[in-house]
């Protein structure tokens, strides 16, 4: 067991490598009610595509497996694990995203028990045919629902209209079709590639005693029956083009008022660097585009925009970008001005500017630390990329303006594309 | 009354609530202005908690306001109009990090300082708030009351209340304001509502790892204001009435209908069966083995997702789903047959007990969110009950089989909404 302090922000954390090689991360919370367990495995829709053998034969995982398979891992031996954790009074859910599926149990009591259930379920694949085959409407009834949300549409059309090669231009849950063409084999394939402990990380949140914790990860038998482990294959893109695939596009939809994306494809970042990347554009696009920004309230009274403007910073393998988003009538108006934000010539942000903004930036970190079902969900993701989260306010001390300038640089260098949705496309 | 608890009378109107509880890295303030519930303040105050969060005397626009915020480690400062039938309220809700972690000494007197600017001091000159940021803010509203119909799972919501009165009643008003009355509000006119806003009686609840001595100074430092208006009591609930309502179907190019469904029960907030209530609601349709949940989801492949809610307000069950276009009637049919089974005792003890758990779990899990927790306690003073999750809690486990049958008889259909694409 390793334990490592962050002294400035008051936390610790307990690592622990367990003989199957699955690594166990503790987060004390002294005084919570909630305590939280969340598992993952390193396995989203990122390895769409990609070939497995299994028992001699050759797999090709169809789009949306990875979700699939998390849709259907709440069996445990013909019982629902949901179930389960709803008898010991714990609510329990799971996601997809880009490189990880991740199941997790919230409780106030029975942790151990909890937790039993879990491990146990991410341990064993086993659905049946049938139950296959009835999750196949619920999951296209559940693309149905996001495609009816504008913001979903306008991100993915940017992704298919940025990215050639990328999979990110696949939505995370696949289409129709290729929910329809997964079946037992597929998911069994995947499961047993991507559900192995050295695969997975567990961590857990909560008012617990680490004594008890040790007790019972040392008589952990979980993953026992599990074969000898395949090397997994890392996934990269980097046969991704620098240039975008189409620079406008304008997209019908029943929006009472057109909103527009554009996405700045930037050079992707070594995992390491991630987490300075990602503060430096937070700083710079608050500089720029927050309440507090030097643009938004000059837009605003000049009706060059109606409402706040969005923006995102995506990052992942192979992968960075940034969308920056509105909601407004004169669109192209709002479009050029953004543009010209990005021209080289408009950076002039000072040292205060970026003092006021790391002070923000500080408190809303910790505030994040506070619930513990986003804490959990934010270590995971943090680690997973092999970052530490609770180093981000030490990363974030050390930026300095000449780093927010190389940020504006490679923004404005960067190739972009733009998409508009609105109802009255002829 | 518990140690890490106290109130304290400011004034004749207002009182200081302070929670103490050290497990937090941030602290929460809510000032609450008391009132009667106006349809007109819906819109009006939607303006003015814009303009109000976005400049005072000291920080006169925006940029300058929200540049404060920042210096202050993300002092987040949300202004809401909250309703419950005849009762209203204005609170304003603060979020700022434990002074533990500034470095700055005089951090807790600079929040209180600006919360206190912000309500009592804002940028009115010539009984007029500034003319832009009027502007900015209408035109905020107003983009939000278009948008209102683009998330169709919301929009059928919306459209179900609205049917369940007239647009000026509490339970069917648009949260997202109306058009006329925003085309009427003036800079000036403003100023008046927001006369009339700080004349009326208030309360303050500090929630977090706080020293009382300390908060109890700065609040009377900052704080020592007598409203003119006196507290009166508006009623915070009413049963809807049982007859039915026409449903409607409304038109849009979605990939799948959105289903609202709303049924009475008659049964309210401070009712005694409102405890069998709640846990019916939840094994109908709350927790993740709900009985729609199973029947609709998992069994039939209906949706991915069904929910019932209760309102307590207005006595009211709604349920919401997305589902194919095609099996409208089928649903609607499999709901009622739902809540038929349960009118019928078709549940087993398993099913009630599972639902008290989770409603006690959510309970005991409450004072992890000190904003969820505040709520849940403003809730109860409505009705001038003290909140005591011990004996709440008890009231859930003395809930029995018979008392949620003979509140599922209760249960009438009311009415329903489809958002769904034209053939």
Known sequence: ?426 | MRKNKKTIKLSKQCRLIIEKDNKFKSMGVEVIFFGKFDYKKITIYSVLSRILANSNKMYPTMQLMNQRKEELYDATLDIVYKYWYQMAVLKFVGNFVNPKYVTSKTYEEDIFAFLAETIFNPNIQNHAFDNDLFNISKSYVYNEILLQKDQPSAYAMIALLKLLGNKKQAIAASVFGDKKVLNELTPSNLVDYYNELVQSPFDIYVYGDVQFSKIVRMIKKYFCFEPTRQRKKYLPSKAILPFQIASKKIYKDVSQAKLAIAYTTGIVFNDKNCYAMRVLNNLLGENQQSKLFIELREKQGLCYSIFSHFDSVYGMIYIYTGIPMNQVDKVIEEIDKQIQAIQNGEFSSLDMDRAKIDIISTLKKMKDNMFEYLNYEFRYSLYNENINLDEIINKYQEVTKKDIIHVAKKIQYKTHVVVTKKD
Not at chain 1, 149 to 172: C, E, F, G, R, W
Not at chain 1, 249 to 277: A, N, R, Y
Not at chain 1, 304 to 309: H, K, N, P, R
Request: proline content about 2%.
């Open chain 1, 1 to 426: 067991m390793k334990q490592k302090k962050y002294k400035k922000i008051n936390e610790k954390v307990y690592t622990f490598t367990l003989e199957n090689q699955l690594k166990v991360y503790f987060i004390p919370r002294k005084g919570f009610q909630s305590k939280m367990a969340i598992i993952a495995a390193k396995f989203g829709s990122f390895y769409s595509q990609l070939n497995l053998k299994r028992n001699q034969e050759t797999i090709k995982i169809p789009y949306g497996t990875a979700h699939f398979l998390e849709h259907r891992m709440f069996s445990i031996k013909n019982q629902d694990a949901t179930e389960l954790f709803s008898n010991l009074g714990a609510s329990s859910n799971a996601y997809t995203s880009y490189t990880t599926t991740a199941y997790y149990f919230k409780c106030n009591d029975q942790f151990y028990e909890n937790l039993d259930i879990l491990l146990s379920m991410i341990s064993s694949f086993d659905s049946s045919e049938s139950q296959i085959e009835n999750e196949k409407q619920i999951i296209i009834e559940e693309l149905n629902m996001y495609k009816d949300n504008p913001y979903t549409k306008l991100m993915q059309t940017l992704y298919q209209n940025s990215y050639a090669v990328h999979p990110i231009n696949q939505d995370v849950g696949g289409d129709e079709k290729s929910v329809k063409s997964i079946d037992k084999k597929i998911l069994l394939a995947c499961f047993d590639a991507y559900y192995q402990p050295a695969n997975l990380a567990l961590v857990i949140v909560g008012d617990l005693d680490l004594q008890e914790l040790k007790d019972y990860l040392s008589k952990m038998t979980f993953f026992e029956n599990k074969g000898q482990h395949q090397k997994i294959k890392k996934i990269s893109f980097k046969n991704e083009p620098l240039s975008i695939l189409k620079q406008k596009d304008i997209i019908q939809k029943d929006v009472s008022i057109p909103m527009f994306g554009m996405l700045f494809k930037l050079k992707p970042v070594l995992p390491k660097k991630m987490q300075l990347e990602y503060l430096k554009t937070e700083i710079l696009l608050s500089y720029f585009f927050d309440a507090s920004g030097i643009y938004t309230e000059e837009w605003l009274k000049q009706k060059i925009i109606t409402s706040a403007i969005g923006y995102y910073h995506g990052m992942n393998i192979d992968l960075n970008y940034i969308i920056i988003y509105n909601i407004n009538n004169k669109y192209e108006n709002a479009i050029n001005h953004i543009l010209e934000v990005f021209d080289k010539k408009h950076f002039t942000m000072t040292l205060q500017d970026l003092n006021r903004i790391k002070n923000k930036l500080v408190g809303s970190i910790l505030k994040e630390h506070e619930s513990v079902e986003d804490l959990s969900k934010e270590y995971l993701a943090y680690l997973f990329d092999g970052m530490d989260y609770f180093e981000e306010i030490d990363i974030l001390e050390q930026i300095t303006l000449d780093d927010i300038r190389e940020t504006y640089l490679s923004i404005s260098n960067a190739p972009y594309s733009i998409a508009i949705e609105r109802k009255d496309v002829k």
